[in-house]
């Protein structure tokens, strides 16, 4: 037990937020291939959270592998699992704020409950993540801050003013947090995922997929593990000149 835990202590160790499904669970998984000890938060589906983490023991049988439940949005219990996270892993070194909500509408429909619930967990929960994990980080000076934008934080989409907003507020949040935090050898960037094949725009209509899939220039779907992939090199050691950054994973939706 001894040994297990000075190894762990030697290793990089990762939260995910909203870890248990779609993107937030290829990041676990690719983490855990890459040999980081992880913690995948989950709001309400343990279920989903149990076979996620099953996921990432997979990739490696002695890699600790934990699961907590919290509502980043909240600002107590975002505090609350940064600290469990630090107790359980032995000290959080990568930070993945996924966590997210869409609740689409046009505008004129939108209701302000609406807005609110999406800015207090995609926004306000990174912000209150960031702002405890860069605390241990700062101590330890070293840290790997990655959040979840999306393609829409740079380029809008009707029906979605909520949710463009609240990403592009990550996009900013990420640019001036990697300013504050550099020199401690903290990168902070932002992945901005483009139409990924996940529960979330599996609820879209056939004629809303078939119209996305025609407006993407390689004319697929990503897959999730596409952005895991991305997450993973960020959290490297080869991406440690890499900060500020806001790197598009959407077939060029972008370009």
């Given at each position: 037990?001894?040994?297990?835990?000075?190894?762990?202590?030697?290793?990089?160790?990762?939260?995910?937020?909203?870890?248990?499904?779609?993107?937030?669970?290829?990041?676990?998984?690719?983490?855990?291939?890459?040999?980081?000890?992880v913690?995948i938060?989950?709001?309400?589906?343990?279920?989903?959270?149990?076979?996620?983490?099953?996921?990432?023991?997979?990739?490696?049988?002695?890699?600790?592998?934990?699961?907590?439940?919290?509502?980043?949005?909240?600002?107590?219990?975002?505090?609350?699992?940064?600290k469990?996270?630090?107790?359980?892993?032995?000290?959080?070194?990568?930070?993945?704020?996924?966590?997210?909500?869409?609740?689409?509408?046009?505008?004129?429909?939108?209701?302000?409950?609406?807005?609110?619930?999406?800015?207090?967990?995609?926004?306000?929960?990174?912000?209150?993540?960031?702002?405890?994990?860069?605390?241990?980080?700062?101590?330890?000076?070293?840290?790997?801050?990655?959040?979840?934008?999306?393609?829409?934080?740079i380029?809008?989409?009707?029906?979605?003013?909520?949710?463009?907003?609240?990403?592009?507020?990550?996009?900013?949040?990420?640019?001036?947090?990697?300013?504050?935090?550099a020199?401690?050898?903290?990168t902070?960037?932002?992945?901005?995922?483009?139409?990924?094949?996940?529960?979330?725009?599996?609820?879209?209509?056939?004629?809303?997929?078939?119209?996305?899939?025609k407006?993407?220039?390689l004319?697929?779907?990503?897959?999730?593990?596409?952005?895991?992939?991305?997450?993973?090199?960020?959290?490297?050691?080869?991406a440690?000149?890499?900060?500020g950054?806001?790197?598009?994973?959407?077939?060029?939706?972008?370009?």
């Open positions: 037990m001894e040994e297990q835990n000075k190894e762990q202590n030697e290793k990089t160790c990762a939260l995910i937020t909203g870890g248990s499904r779609g993107i937030g669970r290829a990041v676990a998984v690719a983490l855990a291939k890459a040999g980081h000890p913690m938060n989950y709001s309400g589906n343990i279920n989903a959270a149990e076979e996620a983490a099953m996921l990432c023991a997979t990739a490696d049988m002695d890699l600790p592998v934990f699961i907590e439940q919290a509502d980043v949005s909240d600002e107590e219990s975002a505090a609350k699992l940064i469990t996270a630090e107790e359980k892993l032995g000290h959080l070194d990568i930070l993945v704020n996924n966590a997210g909500i869409t609740r689409d509408g046009l505008i004129l429909n939108m209701k302000t409950e609406d807005l609110d619930e999406v800015m207090n967990l995609n926004l306000k929960g990174t912000f209150y993540c960031c702002r405890e994990a860069a605390k241990l980080m700062m101590r330890r000076r070293f840290g790997r801050i990655i959040n979840m934008a999306s393609i829409v934080g380029r809008g989409n009707a029906g979605q003013t909520n949710y463009s907003a609240s990403k592009a507020a990550v996009i900013g949040l990420t640019k001036s947090l990697a300013k504050e935090l020199s401690r050898k903290i902070v960037n932002a992945i901005a995922p483009g139409y990924i094949d996940t529960d979330m725009t599996k609820s879209m209509s056939d004629k809303a997929i078939d119209a996305t899939i407006s993407i220039p004319k697929r779907a990503g897959k999730p593990e596409e952005v895991g992939a991305l997450a993973a090199f960020l959290a490297s050691d080869e440690a000149y890499i900060t950054q806001v790197i598009g994973v959407d077939g060029g939706m972008g370009a």
